[in-house]
């Protein structure tokens, strides 16, 4: 490939107004480019660059507006700027008006007809239904209620969406509440007060269990700076022989919990952490153990 003539890319960067554009065109990077503008005699500054006067100019009209609309529009034409970029800068530097900004006469039609255009393309976002809504039948009672085109509701009431056999929240997990049975102890979900009830009876019983804390302990994963940060076990359960162990009660596993889980096991790799899942709790019901366990809640 040829090298690039001076007058080449001096064309070419008057016509992209970008170094890195010229550079990408010709195979260059990007400092080559600049340094052969510089050398050249060509302008390389930032036209958007806010100039001191500009900012003033700014940071005047917000303060004398404090209390009523910026007219964007004039204050665009005086600053030689686009009014989101006015926008912009000035939340950059922390300005701000008590009333929201002038909507000017042309930005109202513009809105309107670009409204009016997706309207004929796309339909009406409530449809065409009396009221703008549609009927759907509920899936447990089969009554028919008014919902707006596109909503994913599937009951009729929270009653419904509570009892029916496919509903998340008609698992065992559901019931949140304190337990006069375990020291007026506030739990989530039946799943963690059942298993409480079955760790006093392991105290009584077994012998190898000699204490457990309900949510005592909060870990950190340092290092991660997106997602689960922190992750506080449900159950530490300490053991006679000198033993801790850390147990999870998922009656119904979701995303964030398992990623909670694997982030535990690889910062804190010398800690055990145990997974009391729902298949647990049925393997308790199908051998009967429930019926001896004293203040056990029952669910179907």
Known sequence: MKKATDEQIVESYKKFGSIWKVAKEYSMCGQGVWERLRRLGVSTENKNKWTDEQIKELIKTYLM?????????SLAKRLG??????????RSIGLKTNRG????????KIRSENMKKWIKENGHPRGNYKGGKQLKTCLYCGKNFKVFPGS????????????????????GYSKS????????????????ANYARYLNFAIKNDGEIERWEFESETFEFKNIKRGTRFYTPDFKVYFK???????EVKGWD????????????????????????KEW?????RHGMDKLIPGWEKWS
Not at 81 to 90: P, T
Not at 152 to 160: E, G
Request: positive net charge.
């Open 65 to 73: 507006n404090k209390d009523s609309p910026i007219d964007l529009e």
């Open 81 to 90: 700027k686009l009014e989101s970029n006015i926008c912009r800068k000035a």
């Open 101 to 108: 900004r002038k909507v000017s006469e042309k930005q109202r």
């Open 152 to 171: 994913k509701q599937k009951y009729c009431s929270k009653s419904c969406t509570h009892h029916h056999p496919q509903s998340q929240k008609n698992q």
């Open 177 to 192: 509440g304190k337990r006069k049975d375990l020291n007026n102890q506030y739990f989530r979900s039946r799943y963690e």
């Open 241 to 247: 022989d000198g033993r801790i162990e850390y147990h």
């Open 254 to 277: 979701y995303p964030k919990g398992i990623t909670a889980r694997k982030r535990f096991s690889k910062y804190y790799p010398e800690l055990k952490l145990v997974l009391i899942s």
């Open 281 to 285: 709790f049925a393997g308790v019901k």
